[in-house]
Structure formats: C-alpha cells, structure tokens
C-alpha cells in the first residue's frame, strides 16, 4: 500500500476552538486533517488505513474518549491513538494506556509534544502497515499451494522427514522432495527454520 506524502490525521474534540487550532498547526505541517465533533460522528466515518493517528479528546459529551477506543479495537482498527485531557489525571492516563493508546497529552497541548507525539505515531502506523503489507503478501504464497503441498508443508513445519512423509502419504520419497522444493519456491523461502517462521505467522504453529 503507498504511503501518501502528506499524512492523514483526524482530530475528534467536542470543543471547536481546539478541532480549528489543531487543524491550522497541523495543516502548516504538511499534515492533511479531517475533524469531528463527537465519537460518533467519528465512529460514523470511513477510516483511511493509513491516517497517522487520530487525536481523540478524553472527556466529551455522549461517547467518551475510551468508549471510542473501545469500538475501535472491536472493529479491528489499528490506528494509532493519542488521548487529548484538560483533566491531567493518572487513573485516566492508566486507563488510557492499557486501553492501547499511543499517548496522552495534557491540554493546552504545547505544539512541540504535540508534533512529536504524532510523529512517533506515524512511525508506528508505517510499521503496522509494513507489516500487515508482508503478512498479506505471505497469506498469497500460502494460498497458491496445492492440496498435496499443504499436506507436506503440514508435515515439514513439524518436523517430519521426507521418507516419513512419503510413507504416510503414499508417495516416493524424490517426489516429496519435489513438493518440498515447490513449497519452499512458492513460500519464498530457502530453508526449513524460515519455512517454520512463515506458519508461525500464519497462525498455523505457536
């Protein structure tokens, strides 16, 4: 997925002064910015996968800060969060972080954490879409093998030999090392410990 030059940001904050000054700091920044006036307003949206970061007050009328996070991790949504308080409070900030928040910033928000901050969330989305990049590309390969080669490539993750894969499957040993050859080709892999890596990522071992 191609990440846009000038990354998306959304600022969901009941108060309008503060969606405004977050958007005019941003958009200075190169930063595009989409705002919303409520959680669910928000929660009513279509999410970009690759916005930076959503700026999301704490404390507003209706859903609160964490009851959006909440529905967000529900939904799968895995945009960084970065909580915005005018109540500095460390039950809050607790709740915040194990919640999965990126940060929790005190207002006034001085502009100089604020872009930090969003830039550490940045970073982090290109690494979740990196990786969601290759495991997507890894669930492909997995895809493309035959019935016979998911049978062998259930075997040789856990640790069969050849001679006892062909006997269970009914097959001539050079021919399991042919299926073998194909499935580390089309894994795009060249050893076993590589191949064992690609099902842990699958899910197919822990």
Same mark, same amino acid.
């Given at each position: 997925?191609?990440?846009?030059?000038?990354?998306?940001?959304?600022?969901?904050?009941?108060?309008?002064?503060?969606?405004?000054? %977050?958007? *005019? /700091?941003? =958009?200075?920044?190169?930063?595009?910015?989409?705002?919303?006036? @409520?959680?669910?307003?928000?929660?009513?949206?279509?999410?970009?996968?690759?916005?930076?970061?959503?700026?999301?007050?704490?404390?507003?009328?209706?859903?609160?800060?964490?009851?959006?996070?909440?529905?967000?991790?529900?939904?799968?949504?895995?945009?960084?969060?970065?909580?915005?308080?005018?109540?500095?409070?460390?039950?809050?900030?607790?709740?915040?972080?194990?919640?999965?928040?990126?940060?929790?910033?005190?207002?006034?928000?001085?502009?100089?954490?604020? %872009?930090? *901050? /969003?830039? =550490?969330?940045?970073?982090?989305?290109?690494?979740?879409?990196? @990786?969601?990049?290759?495991?997507?590309?890894?669930?492909?390969?997995?895809?493309?093998?035959?019935?016979?080669?998911?049978?062998?490539?259930?075997?040789?993750?856990?640790?069969?030999?050849?001679?006892?894969?062909?006997?269970?499957?009914?097959?001539?040993?050079?021919?399991?090392?042919?299926?073998?050859?194909?499935?580390?080709?089309?894994?795009?892999?060249?050893?076993?410990?590589?191949?064992?890596?690609?099902?842990?990522?699958?899910?197919?071992?822990?």
């Amino acid at each position: 997925m191609p990440i846009a030059s000038n990354p998306l940001v959304y600022v969901v904050d009941d108060d309008t002064l503060i969606r405004s000054t %977050l958007e *005019s /700091i941003l =958009k200075v920044r190169n930063y595009r910015v989409s705002t919303f006036g @409520s959680g669910i307003q928000f929660l009513q949206a279509k999410f970009e996968d690759d916005a930076s970061c959503i700026l999301l007050d704490m404390t507003m009328p209706g859903l609160s800060g964490l009851d959006v996070l909440k529905t967000l991790k529900e939904r799968g949504c895995a945009i960084p969060v970065i909580f915005l308080t005018a109540h500095t409070d460390i039950v809050l900030s607790v709740l915040a972080m194990k919640a999965g928040a990126e940060d929790f910033l005190s207002k006034p928000i001085q502009t100089e954490q604020l %872009l930090s *901050s /969003i830039e =550490k969330a940045h970073e982090h989305c290109l690494g979740n879409l990196q @990786s969601r990049a290759l495991l997507d590309d890894l669930r492909c390969s997995y895809a493309a093998l035959s019935d016979t080669e998911l049978q062998v490539f259930n075997r040789v993750i856990r640790g069969r030999l050849n001679k006892q894969i062909a006997y269970e499957l009914g097959y001539a040993e050079r021919t399991i090392k042919a299926y073998r050859s194909s499935i580390m080709e089309k894994m795009k892999v060249n050893n076993l410990a590589n191949l064992v890596l690609c099902s842990i990522q699958l899910g197919l071992l822990e």
